[in-house]
């Protein structure tokens, strides 16, 4: 059997440990949706566009990823896009208890979707979008946790105030 992932987020901005998930995934999947929450509660700095955008470009080399942007239900984009599994990426403990609520929530909703996680190399574990955004907001040197062309547009961000 074929297996689709879909792996949601924000990725406000993508992250160097998105992008070793997605990775990881590209080797075990047929093919891996990268799923773009609007998620306008959440008031991200980059708009989906460029949040799409910016994923595109640092996904361009592997050949079964697709980058999506969604606005619904995780369970509803997944049946419409033919995913088999949710893919979620797991840093530490303290990701486990939302996380495990989120796979216990979809699975009431969606029974037939599994949701899988992987673990990121170490180096990628303590890094996230909202510590990279405070970090490039303060003037600090982001190039070492994200893709240099996402670096360049927080750059470009916090420049222009
Ligand atoms: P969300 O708002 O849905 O948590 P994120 O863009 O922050 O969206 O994260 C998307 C997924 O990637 C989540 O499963 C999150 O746990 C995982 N993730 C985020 N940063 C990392 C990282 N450094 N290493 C591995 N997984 C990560």
């Known amino acids: 059997m074929e297996i689709t992932a879909i792996y949601p987020g924000t990725f406000?901005?993508?992250?160097n440990g998105h992008i070793d998930i997605i990775a990881r995934a590209t080797k075990l999947y047929h093919k891996v949706i990268v799923a773009v929450?609007?998620?306008s509660n959440?008031?991200?700095l980059f708009d989906i566009t460029?949040?799409?955008?910016?994923?595109?470009?640092?996904c361009a080399d592997f050949t079964n990823v697709d980058?999506?942007?969604?606005?619904?239900?995780?369970v509803?984009?997944?049946k419409q896009q033919?995913?088999?599994?949710?893919?979620?990426?797991?840093?530490?403990?303290?990701?486990?208890?939302?996380?495990?609520?989120?796979?216990?929530?979809?699975?009431?909703?969606?029974?037939?979707l599994e949701t899988m996680f992987l673990t990121p190399a170490e180096q990628y574990?303590?890094?996230?979008?909202?510590?990279?955004?405070?970090?490039?907001?303060?003037?600090?040197?982001?190039s070492g946790f994200v893709a240099d062309i996402v670096a360049d547009q927080l750059i470009n961000k916090f420049n222009r105030g």
């Not at 406000?12 to 992250?15: A, C, G, L, Q, S």
């Not at 980058?67 to 995780?74: A, W």
């Open 67 to 74: 980058i999506i942007g969604f606005d619904n239900l995780l």
């Open 12 to 15: 406000d901005p993508v992250t």
């Open 82 to 112: 033919g995913a088999n599994v949710i893919l979620r990426g797991l840093r530490a403990i303290s990701d486990f208890e939302y996380e495990f609520q989120l796979a216990g929530m979809n699975r009431r909703l969606s029974p037939e």
């Open 50 to 58: 460029q949040r799409v955008s910016l994923l595109e470009q640092v």
């Open 76 to 78: 509803d984009c997944a």
């Open 125 to 142: 574990e303590f890094i996230s979008s909202s510590m990279i955004k405070e970090i490039a907001r303060l003037g600090g040197d982001v």
């Open 37 to 39: 929450a609007v998620n």
């Open 42 to 44: 959440k008031s991200p």
